[in-house]
């Protein structure tokens, strides 16, 4: 049972290991695109290849960056603990690796402090993603597409 800042109770069954990788992956190869060359991240200003990984330097294929991404949804899945659907799973992978640098932080409050997570998220949501002073509209509607996976 997980208990959401509003204070209503949902119950959440464990999701097949495959399900939930399967699901996190067409997502983010829906929302990140594929590039091949390194290229400015407009979000965090480092670069990015493949499908939003960190730039590895020169051409990478699309095959590589497949598995790259497999393995990092892989990764993070195992690093959230709780009972959620697959639908949470898929927002909750989405949104955290979509942050790498700050990925260790929102773990933590996945794990430990689900309300704060939830009150973040419905900020990013709602028309607060920002970068240099400018709204990032893509994000927004990725962030707003998150929430809704993990809390409707």
Known sequence: MLKFSDGTVKNATVPSKEGVENEAFQFIVKSEGFNSKCYIDGAGGGYSQGYGHMCLGGKISELDSRQIL???????????????????RVGMISFLYNHPVTQKGYINRINNNFPEFQSLLWQKSNNHVYHNGVRQGGLLTRRKEEYDLIFN
């Open 70 to 88: 497999l393995k990092d949804i892989i990764r993070i899945n195992e690093l959230i603990i709780g009972d959620f659907s697959i639908n949470q």
